[in-house]
């Protein structure tokens, strides 16, 4: 017997047709259904009527970059130097005309006010490289002359200011509240097309973005409301008109996958921005990873499943000359639990320069507390220091020669002169290599257990199981560091 079709309305309350009144099936009428849908259709268009005055159109000259014809040794400039002097003198003529021309804004972003005497907040890489700003409201009014207040490359987060009184801004949320799955509402300029509104949700919370060889220092919230070029610098709002994000990354075009500086974030650095003109981050100088992705590892500590790993101590860094050792466990900053790196960063990034914290601290079986003075980073990106978990080693064997630490040997491996034991050769395929262990390097405990020679080298590897892990503390060209070695078992 053949069945009817039946349609299916998606509407908010998920209802069928068949389930509906028969008033609602009737053009203009109503229902509890599309009450619910027209309610929901008000509200967006509320947020939008509320925010969209807050919300600023970025357009950016930017500032002329001629080649040099400096080419040192170049042949072929040496073959035809009547070439060279042609294209120097239009490369003069062409500087002339920069110069006595009007500014080409050939650049365009988003922006939000978010104070009414005219600070407007945006990304760093909407005003990179301006010669001339100019910003303009949903009202029509314009401004020329726009200060830029301070950028901060790590966060991308900039602060323009015009000169205004009066102006409408927005309301900044509590990004910390900002939960998974929420309606999330984008406002911006793409592709020039001024004052464009797109919703989605907040697809995550978290999120990391890495490159080769920097990475931002904080996480971003996600989302796949549609953000395109000109977007950048935009608020990404809630339901309630607040501001949860700075819109900011795209992964590719027509992904639905976009990304925002937590509101928290852009306020932070924001407010330091207005007040210094730069933004200061403190640091401890250490390598780091989270002990939740630490299997191996993590199977050797009984007295916590969470906290923050320390792989490594900068050479010169803060922490260079505290308590701290590698593969102790960050547990808490000032008493404040901390679970991942993300969690560190953020304790961690806003203490005063040089006044001590106290970490909660597990190194082994035992917890203790060891104080450190942050300094500030230091002027230059921040390097990506990732603790990396190598493939299990499939050798039986350590795989290392070590000798008594001599002032000849020190010179020779131009290591430091302490106490341990220096390694003078590693086995190619071994564990040790697998782990990065290196000539040179000077081992100063084994399975937590001090060494200060050869004898207690050997001692302490008589009780070492390879099945179970060998942990070695190690100091080297780059600091103090620890290998976690161990056999896999083929």
Do not use: C
Request: charged content about 25%; overall charge neutral; aromatic content about 4%.
């Amino acid at each position: 017997m053949r069945m009817p079709r039946v349609g299916l309305l998606a509407l908010a309350g998920g209802l069928a047709l068949s389930q509906l009144p028969l008033a609602a099936k009737g053009a203009g009428e109503s229902s509890p259904a599309m009450d619910v849908a027209r309610q929901l259709n008000q509200a967006f268009i509320q947020v939008a009527d509320k925010v969209s005055p807050a919300v600023v159109v970025i357009r950016v000259a930017h500032k002329p970059d001629y080649a040099s014809l400096d080419e040192g040794d170049n042949p072929f400039f040496e073959m035809l130097p009547e070439l060279r002097r042609h294209m120097e003198d239009q490369l003069k003529k062409r500087r002339q005309r920069q110069s006595s021309r009007e500014p080409i804004y050939d650049g365009q972003g988003s922006g939000v006010v978010i104070s009414e005497d005219g600070y407007i907040l945006t990304n760093r890489h909407v005003v990179d490289g301006a010669e001339k700003i100019r910003v303009h409201l949903k009202d029509g009014t314009e401004f020329e002359d726009v200060e830029i207040k301070g950028v901060d490359p790590q966060s991308d987060v900039a602060v323009l200011k015009v000169n205004a009184k009066g102006l409408k801004a927005a309301r900044l949320a509590d990004s910390s509240k900002t939960r998974v799955g929420e309606f999330a509402i984008a406002i911006g300029a793409p592709f020039e097309l001024d004052y464009s509104v797109t919703f989605g949700h907040v697809s995550a919370k978290g999120r990391r973005i890495f490159s080769d060889q920097v990475m931002m220092d904080q996480d971003f919230l996600q989302t796949d409301a549609s953000i395109n070029p000109g977007n950048s610098g935009g608020p990404l709002v809630n339901i309630d008109g607040e501001v949860i994000g700075i819109n900011t990354l795209i992964r590719g075009m027509r992904t639905g996958i976009g990304f925002a500086i937590p509101a928290n974030l852009a306020k932070e650095v924001a407010d330091q921005l207005i007040k210094e003109g730069k933004f200061t981050r403190a640091w401890l100088g250490i390598g780091i990873g989270n002990l939740s992705d630490l299997k191996d590892f993590r199977e050797t500590v009984s007295i916590t499943k969470e906290g923050v790993v320390v792989s490594n101590i900068l050479k010169g860094g803060p922490a260079a000359d505290s308590d701290l050792r590698p593969a102790d466990i960050i547990t808490a900053v000032d008493g404040k639990s901390i679970a991942t790196v993300q969690n560190l960063k953020s304790e961690i990034r806003t203490k005063p320069i040089g006044q001590p914290v106290t970490l909660d601290v597990v190194r082994g079986d035992k917890r203790m507390k060891i104080k450190i003075n942050p300094a500030e980073v230091p002027d230059r990106d921040t390097q990506v220091v990732r603790h990396k978990v190598q493939p299990p080693p499939d050798s039986a064997f350590l795989g290392i020669k070590v000798q008594a630490l001599t002032k000849d040997l020190a010179e020779q491996f131009d290591a430091e002169l302490t106490d341990g034991v220096i390694v003078t050769e590693v086995e190619a395929g071994s564990v040790a290599e697998r782990e990065g262990i290196l000539p040179g390097e000077i081992i100063t405990d084994l399975n937590r257990h001090k060494v200060s020679n050869v004898k207690e080298f050997k001692e302490a590897l008589k009780t070492a199981d390879l099945k179970k892990g060998v942990l070695i503390n190690l100091i080297g060209e780059g600091g103090r560091r620890f290998a976690h070695l161990k056999d896999s078992g083929d």
